[in-house]
């Protein structure tokens, strides 16, 4: 397809919501965009502002510096031992990369990308882009002959849902069947916030109880925006099979699409601190502890959300008329239907605004219950 067929970007659909937010008295309480708010961490600038010589070409594949340090921290953070700097690759952030990896595997016409049933539009549109088929399904007794590509999400961008090693270790072994490669985006993973997640990692699709020690066709993307504030940085990275890195460091080396090379070392220095990702996630999590019980108290239901950056909240109504009861209390969401033709009844409200705000908007939902 030609990116002239792509539809109008969504977000334009909220601005009138976000005008009638702002005419809150108490004024707009944001919580529409994933956009972190917090400081970028100090060892991160600081990494940054020494690598700043840098006059010549960065490397596609990754200084050696960054991809041990991506290596390094799979082990720690993730339970996933043995990768070496073979089985990863640093990306210009994940959403690139999500929308590229069809057009990169060559795929096209006849060919199935399979993407969850609840996701935010990046993984449709680049199947569309690469001109395969996009179908939306979260069973893998689903998924058909003729799949090439499968995208899980783990924890969920927006229903914070998350798969256990025994549904992910499911999905594994269909997707061999089918010859399909399965690539997990699991960019919140450091976010868990409720049952097993609270004390252990959400686990990888590169997990050895997952894998059975066998990572063909498998790759985990990862990015460093939520847990580092690094969203300006774009700064990700995918591991995995070493057979598809090494195919798709062939194809970003032809296009050009390397990461800045101060990106690389503020990124392996960002990788190595694990002080500043515990801090933040404090803060994540007293502001979902002020805003879940609010917006329960104010006739809300909370599905999923057990891990990742969003509250995913219906009142069993169309999600715009949900849009505008909120705005008129001076809070913005995310519309459910943005992701999704099976979310017509949510919306999504991010953690990523201050304390102060969200306390804000928690007061207010509060008063409505009343």
């Not at 970028?40 to 840098?54: G, I, K, M, N, Q």
Request: one cysteine or more; charged letters at 20%.
């Amino acid at each position: 397809m030609s990116v002239r067929d792509l539809a109008d970007y969504p977000w334009d659909a909220v601005v009138p919501y976000r005008e009638r937010a702002a005419l809150h008295p108490g004024g707009i309480v944001d919580l529409s965009i994933g956009s972190p708010v917090d400081p970028t961490p100090e060892v991160v600038r600081r990494a940054l502002a020494e690598a700043t010589d840098a006059h010549a070409y960065p490397q596609t594949v990754g200084t050696p510096a960054l991809r041990e340090a991506i290596a390094d921290w799979y082990a720690r953070r993730r339970g996933v031992p043995d990768l070496t700097v073979d089985n990863v690759l640093p990306t210009i952030g994940s959403k690139e990369f999500v929308a590229l990896l069809p057009t990169l595997l060559g795929l096209g016409a006849g060919d199935i990308v399979v993407h969850p049933r609840v996701a935010y539009p990046t993984y449709e549109v680049g199947a569309r882009v690469a001109g395969a088929t996009p179908l939306p399904s979260d069973d893998p007794a689903e998924w058909p002959e003729g799949t090439r590509l499968i995208w899980i999400n783990t924890p969920g961008n927006p229903d914070g849902r998350t798969w256990t090693t025994g549904e992910l270790a499911a999905a594994v072994a269909r997707a061999r069947e089918l010859g399909a490669i399965l690539a997990s985006d699991e960019c919140y993973a450091e976010l868990g916030w409720d049952g097993p997640w609270a004390s252990e990692p959400v686990p990888s699709v590169l997990d050895p109880r997952v894998t059975g020690g066998n990572r063909s066709g498998l790759l985990s993307v990862y990015s460093l925006s939520k847990q580092s504030n690094l969203a300006g940085y774009r700064a990700a990275f995918v591991a995995g099979c070493r057979t598809v890195i090494a195919d798709l460091l062939t194809a970003r080396k032809h296009l050009g699409l390397m990461p800045p090379q101060p990106v690389q070392h503020a990124m392996a220095v960002a990788l190595g601190d694990d002080e500043h990702v515990a801090a933040q996630k404090r803060l994540y999590r007293a502001r979902r502890d002020a805003l879940l019980p609010a917006l329960q108290q104010a006739g809300f239901r909370i599905d999923g959300s057990e891990a990742g950056l969003y509250l995913w909240a219906t009142e069993g109504r169309d999600a715009w008329e949900s849009m505008g009861r909120l705005a008129d209390l001076g809070i913005l969401a995310g519309p459910g239907p943005f992701y999704g033709g099976f979310s017509g009844e949510h919306v999504r409200l991010s953690l990523t605004a201050s304390l102060e705000r969200i306390e804000a908007g928690a007061a207010r939902l509060r008063a409505t219950a009343l």
